[in-house]
């Protein structure tokens, strides 16, 4: 199905014609148009027009609503104060363009497409082998995966990538071990759990790292072990695989836990780039982008300085011939664009990483591997705080894990799922099924609903309450009207055009045709935030509308089918809202 007009759009129309017949010079300028709490929408662009004119605004707009046509869209438009126009649109038009949406079959609510789709790739959700993922994980993976479902949905081509910590030194040490205690890791992997998995890692790291720094000449032999890794030395390769999926093991048992699908062909860690890092340091030397100094590979720059006014390079080549991150990432986006021939790269990375990354761009754009054709963006996010307001740890002071972290929200969310179970008829199976979605459910969203470059504070209190902005609020306001749908009996839900809104009514439906600019706005500005907000604002409109409009006891039967049918509607709309942010919506909660 074709996408909806949207109401704002129309009005937008009407306006700008009227504009231009008023004020010919005006053609095409943008009339500021935007919701009003004194009509549904207002228009203040007349004020800066006038006086680029030299006309009076007041009568410029008296003019320009005597050639505004009312009736089948706009019902009335008023003059008021120096030349705002409010507008107030009419009932039948508000409903035939929510009924538009609701007939779309296609499950997108007459969204339409971004005007112009690239290819995107997008870096998030990086662990590291071998270790645990903690709490500083979570936003990079839930945000990440908010921005791949809502550009998707805009009809953006999406590459996921993970870029997983799979390389360096340390591997020299833990690939030494086990090829000194063979069996360490001897299972099937249908056989593992993912806790098992880092509970073997985990184990052997530590007696791995105790010998390590207990006897020299296994330092020594590890030592050697990093100089035939990077050599590309196959019975060690074959040993460094081994932990990499050992890894890939508790990994997607963690992203399984998120609810957030990560597959085995988008992980592309640091080791996936090696080839490529001799060729990336001979092309940024020989172009002169980079330049040797104290026999490092460097590139310099002339805003970045340290603490005493010395520049601060970005290493790519280290002195003794070794590569560091700046390498990687580098070949990394060589291989973006030229093979993936991505137009735009996203990373979702934490904003302590900004300065790494502005270095490693700019270096790029030196290189002309980024250009007016290519750009990319860090989309930083702050730090998960405690209650307290100091970065997220444990009593005893330990970063927290984040399986633990997931496992605590899903218990506390189960118990809040329990106590209304018997109320609303819920079995065992999707108490427990319900617990999951509610839990993962309020971290994500607790993440999502804030500005990513903001810090937020984790409370599961807050998080898994059924009052204020959260996920269980919006959960539970879907189910609800599933529960209505439920108890309709016979009636059905089907627009009635003819009849008279309710106030209530028509700031639910105002704000559902929104929905269309919001996933187009959110999606383009990468804020996911702002689509949290607009839920949330859909959840609390659909309150008001309860308190004052009955739905199966309305006054007529053609009432009845159009409060259903605009019920029907705003849940379609959570559902689908809530489902480009990754978080799930039961029908019975």
């Given at each position: ?475 539970y306001a879907y189910a609800r009207i599933r529960s209505i749908l439920r ?16 106030p209530a009514e028509r700031a639910l439906g105002l704000h559902l045709d ?76």
């Amino acid at each position: 199905m074709a996408s909806v007009t949207s109401l704002s759009d129309s009005v937008q129309q009407h306006l700008s014609s009227a504009l231009s017949a008023a004020l010919p010079e005006a053609a095409g300028a943008d009339p500021l148009l935007r919701r009003s709490d004194r009509a549904d929408y207002q228009a203040n662009g007349i004020l800066a027009l006038a006086k680029k004119a030299k006309a009076n605004p007041r009568e410029l707009a008296t003019q320009v609503v005597s050639g505004i046509v009312t009736g089948e869209v706009i019902a009335d438009v008023e003059v008021s104060g120096p030349g705002f126009l409010n507008i107030t649109l009419a009932d039948k038009a508000i409903t035939e363009n929510l009924a538009a949406r609701y007939a779309d079959d296609t499950g997108r609510l007459g969204v339409p497409f971004a005007a112009h789709p690239g290819t995107t790739v997008i870096d998030y959700a990086q662990p590291n082998v071998a270790k645990e993922m903690h709490v500083g994980h979570l936003r990079s993976a839930v945000i990440g995966d908010a921005m791949v479902r809502l550009l998707e949905f805009t009809g953006e081509n999406v590459v996921r990538r993970h870029h997983i910590g799979d390389w360096g030194t340390q591997f020299g040490m833990l690939i030494q071990y086990l090829d000194e205690h063979p069996h360490e890791l001897d299972h099937k992997e249908s056989e593992v759990s993912g806790e098992e998995a880092m509970s073997n890692l985990d184990r052997l790291y530590k007696t791995a790292r105790k010998l390590f720094d207990s006897d020299e000449e296994f330092k020594t032999r590890a030592r050697r072990r990093v100089v035939d890794l990077q050599a590309g030395d196959e019975k060690t390769l074959a040993i460094w695989q081994k932990f990499v999926d050992e890894s890939k093991i508790y990994f997607f048992s963690v992203f399984d836990k998120l609810d957030m699908e990560v597959r085995d062909p988008d992980i592309v860690g640091e080791s996936g780039y090696n080839d490529m890092l001799a060729e990336t340091c001979r092309l940024l030397e020989e172009s002169g982008v980079a330049v040797r100094s104290e026999g490092a590979l460097c590139v310099f720059f002339d805003d970045i300085k340290g603490p005493e006014g010395n520049p601060v390079p970005l290493i790519v080549q280290k002195s003794d011939g070794g590569y560091g991150y700046a390498a990687t990432d580098l070949s990394a986006i060589r291989d973006r664009v030229f093979n993936l021939k991505a137009s735009t790269l996203l990373y979702v990375v934490d904003a302590r990483q900004a300065l790494h990354f502005r270095m490693v761009f700019e270096t790029a754009r030196r290189a002309n591997w980024l250009n007016d054709d290519v750009t990319a963006v860090q989309l930083a996010f702050g730090t998960v705080l405690g209650k307290d307001g100091k970065p997220f740890k444990t009593r005893e002071g330990e970063t927290v894990k984040l399986e633990n972290l997931l496992d605590e929200a899903v218990e506390r969310a189960t118990a809040v799922v329990r106590e209304k179970a018997e109320k609303v008829g819920l079995t065992e199976d999707e108490i427990v099924e319900n617990g999951r979605y509610v839990g993962v459910g309020a971290v994500k969203y607790a993440d999502l609903s804030t500005s990513a470059v903001r810090d937020y504070k984790f409370d599961l209190d807050q998080m898994v309450s059924l009052n204020g902005d959260t996920s269980v609020y919006l959960q539970y306001a879907y189910a609800r009207i599933r529960s209505i749908l439920r108890k309709a009996g016979e009636a059905r839900p089907v627009a009635h055009p003819e009849l008279e809104l309710a106030p209530a009514e028509r700031a639910l439906g105002l704000h559902l045709d929104q929905f269309a600019e919001t996933v187009l706005e959110v999606a383009a500005a990468r804020e996911p935030h702002k689509m949290a907000a607009y839920l949330y604002q859909l959840a609390s409109l659909l309150t008001s509308f309860y308190d004052q409009c009955p739905v199966l006891k309305a006054d007529s039967p053609a009432q009845v089918e159009n409060r259903l049918f605009l019920v029907d509607l705003t849940a379609r709309t959570l559902h689908q809202g809530m489902r480009l942010l990754g978080i799930r919506t039961p029908d019975k909660l």
